[in-house]
């Protein structure tokens, strides 16, 4: 298993980024990032580089694009050990991103407000965050994807190690990754079968 070399952390509850960050920065991992992930990192003067650095591309559409791009997805979901992956990744000039720290936008908390309308809610549906978990769970093999500040400390633990998580680490972060975004479906749909979409009004039901 290859060491950790890159790592995309892109946070909503940033609660521990700054000594979580600082250890990964100072076991010699490239650390990727985006908004106010990326400022409150290099604030604490932690070095970062910003995904529309990375990618070439900015962010766009009032922030809906910004991770969704090949450098990332393609660095993510390439299987290691798969030969023609890595072709690919090298004719592309692509490179691994070993380590996902992620977690969603406040869909309940923005909706616990009796006065959220249906596009307000709407905005605050995350697409990036869960594609990048799906992707990184999904690749649990090469991957370690963290939802839950709580599993810092076991991670670090585990690179300073051996340079990577083990496979038990992974696979049990990757059910996490998927009992938080089914979870976090099951939210947006309980919300959105209460609304009338012609008044754009939300009821409680029974």
Known sequence: ????????????????????????????????????????????????IGVS?????????????????????GGILAQRENADHQAQMKEHDLSYIDLIAVNLYAFDKATSDPSCT???????????????????AKN???????????????????????GNTTLETRFRLMVKVFDLTSRYDTAITAWLKKVNVETNSHFKGD
């Open 53 to 73: 650095d990375y990618t070439g591309f900015p962010e766009m559409l009032d922030g809906r694009v910004k991770t969704l791009h090949p450098k990332i997805h």
């Open 118 to 136: 249906l596009a307000n809610a709407i905005e605050n549906i995350d697409i990036g965050g869960p594609t990048m978990l799906r992707a990184a």
């Open 140 to 162: 649990f093999q090469d991957v370690t994807v963290i939802v839950d500040p709580d599993d810092y400390p076991q991670v670090i633990k585990e690179i300073k190690e051996t």
């Open 1 to 48: 298993m290859k060491k950790i070399e890159r790592a995309l952390i892109s946070l909503t509850d940033k609660s521990g980024i700054e000594t979580f960050a600082k250890q990964l920065s100072d076991l010699g991992i490239e650390i990727l990032s985006t908004g106010g992930t990326a400022k409150k990192m290099r604030d604490n003067g932690i070095d970062v």
